[in-house]
Protein backbone atom coordinates (compact mmCIF):
# COMPACT_ATOMS: atom_id res chain seq x y z
CA UNK A 1 0.00 0.00 0.00
CA UNK A 2 1.23 3.68 -0.35
CA UNK A 3 0.08 6.74 1.08
CA UNK A 4 0.10 10.13 -0.93
CA UNK A 5 -0.09 13.44 -0.04
CA UNK A 6 -0.47 16.72 -2.44
CA UNK A 7 1.01 19.70 -1.41
CA UNK A 8 1.30 23.12 -3.52
CA UNK A 9 -2.01 23.95 -4.53
CA UNK A 10 -3.50 27.63 -4.04
CA UNK A 11 -4.65 31.00 -5.48
CA UNK A 12 -2.86 32.53 -8.86
CA UNK A 13 -3.96 35.37 -11.24
CA UNK A 14 -4.63 34.36 -14.68
CA UNK A 15 -1.33 33.14 -16.66
CA UNK A 16 0.79 32.27 -13.40
CA UNK A 17 2.31 29.47 -12.19
CA UNK A 18 2.06 26.83 -9.63
CA UNK A 19 3.94 23.74 -9.20
CA UNK A 20 2.26 20.93 -6.99
CA UNK A 21 4.10 18.11 -5.85
CA UNK A 22 2.69 14.23 -4.18
CA UNK A 23 4.61 12.92 -1.92
CA UNK A 24 4.27 9.08 -1.53
CA UNK A 25 5.16 6.92 1.36
CA UNK A 26 4.61 2.94 2.14
CA UNK A 27 5.75 0.57 -0.72
CA UNK A 28 8.35 1.30 -3.50
CA UNK A 29 7.49 4.35 -5.07
CA UNK A 30 9.32 3.18 -8.02
CA UNK A 31 6.45 0.40 -8.47
CA UNK A 32 3.59 2.67 -9.44
CA UNK A 33 2.65 4.83 -12.13
CA UNK A 34 1.66 8.06 -11.23
CA UNK A 35 -0.75 10.39 -12.33
CA UNK A 36 -2.86 13.66 -11.59
CA UNK A 37 -6.21 14.08 -12.09
CA UNK A 38 -8.78 17.37 -11.36
CA UNK A 39 -12.09 17.77 -10.57
CA UNK A 40 -13.96 20.94 -11.10
CA UNK A 41 -17.07 21.80 -9.87
CA UNK A 42 -20.10 19.94 -11.24
CA UNK A 43 -17.44 18.36 -13.61
CA UNK A 44 -16.15 14.49 -13.80
CA UNK A 45 -12.53 14.12 -12.50
CA UNK A 46 -10.20 13.79 -15.24
CA UNK A 47 -7.04 12.83 -16.06
CA UNK A 48 -4.29 15.93 -16.18
CA UNK A 49 -1.14 13.64 -16.78
CA UNK A 50 0.35 10.54 -16.13
CA UNK A 51 4.09 8.98 -15.82
CA UNK A 52 5.52 5.42 -16.30
CA UNK A 53 7.35 4.05 -13.29
CA UNK A 54 10.76 4.97 -14.98
CA UNK A 55 9.52 8.39 -15.99
CA UNK A 56 10.57 7.20 -19.43
CA UNK A 57 6.97 8.10 -20.60
CA UNK A 58 4.06 10.54 -20.12
CA UNK A 59 1.09 11.60 -21.01
CA UNK A 60 -1.08 14.94 -21.19
CA UNK A 61 -4.69 15.70 -21.76
CA UNK A 62 -5.40 18.03 -24.77
CA UNK A 63 -6.18 21.06 -22.38
CA UNK A 64 -2.69 20.77 -20.68
CA UNK A 65 -0.48 20.12 -23.43
CA UNK A 66 1.94 23.03 -23.44
CA UNK A 67 1.44 24.38 -20.38
CA UNK A 68 1.72 21.35 -17.65
CA UNK A 69 4.24 19.02 -16.91
CA UNK A 70 4.72 15.75 -15.08
CA UNK A 71 8.12 14.57 -13.44
CA UNK A 72 8.78 12.22 -10.87
CA UNK A 73 11.71 11.46 -8.51
CA UNK A 74 12.36 8.23 -7.90
CA UNK A 75 14.95 8.83 -5.09
CA UNK A 76 12.57 11.14 -3.43
CA UNK A 77 9.40 9.62 -3.48
CA UNK A 78 8.21 12.28 -5.13
CA UNK A 79 5.97 13.26 -8.05
CA UNK A 80 5.65 16.83 -9.75
CA UNK A 81 3.19 18.93 -11.57
CA UNK A 82 4.26 22.35 -13.20
CA UNK A 83 1.88 24.20 -14.15
CA UNK A 84 2.08 26.89 -16.08
CA UNK A 85 -0.04 29.71 -18.03
CA UNK A 86 -3.00 28.70 -15.77
CA UNK A 87 -6.84 29.96 -16.50
CA UNK A 88 -9.52 30.42 -14.58
CA UNK A 89 -10.66 26.61 -16.79
CA UNK A 90 -7.71 25.06 -14.55
CA UNK A 91 -9.62 25.65 -11.47
CA UNK A 92 -10.14 22.78 -9.58
CA UNK A 93 -9.12 19.75 -7.02
CA UNK A 94 -6.26 18.32 -8.29
CA UNK A 95 -5.29 14.41 -7.05
CA UNK A 96 -2.58 12.71 -7.82
CA UNK A 97 -2.78 8.78 -7.96
CA UNK A 98 -0.88 5.74 -7.97
CA UNK A 99 -1.45 2.53 -9.84
CA UNK A 100 0.39 -0.64 -9.91
CA UNK A 101 -1.02 -2.41 -12.87
CA UNK A 102 -1.41 0.26 -15.89
CA UNK A 103 1.82 1.51 -17.18
CA UNK A 104 -0.17 4.50 -18.23
CA UNK A 105 -3.25 4.90 -17.30
CA UNK A 106 -5.89 7.99 -18.14
CA UNK A 107 -8.75 6.22 -16.42
CA UNK A 108 -9.72 6.74 -12.67
CA UNK A 109 -10.01 2.76 -12.36
CA UNK A 110 -6.34 2.49 -13.57
CA UNK A 111 -5.57 4.09 -10.34
CA UNK A 112 -5.36 2.22 -6.78
CA UNK A 113 -4.30 4.51 -4.51
CA UNK A 114 -5.45 8.43 -4.22
CA UNK A 115 -4.01 11.22 -2.09
CA UNK A 116 -7.10 13.94 -0.48
CA UNK A 117 -6.14 16.49 -3.33
CA UNK A 118 -5.28 19.84 -3.19
CA UNK A 119 -7.15 23.00 -4.89
CA UNK A 120 -6.04 25.37 -7.56
CA UNK A 121 -8.17 28.18 -7.73
CA UNK A 122 -7.32 30.43 -10.50
CA UNK A 123 -8.45 34.12 -11.25
CA UNK A 124 -9.69 36.38 -13.53
Known amino acids: QVQLVESGGGLVQAGGSLRLSCAAS????????MGWFRRAPGKERECVAA????????YYADFVKGRFTISRDNAKNTVYLQMNSLSPEDTAVYYC?????????????????WGQGTQVTVSS
Open 51 to 58: IRRSGGST
Open 26 to 33: GRTFSSYA
Open 97 to 113: AAGEYYALGVKTHNYDY
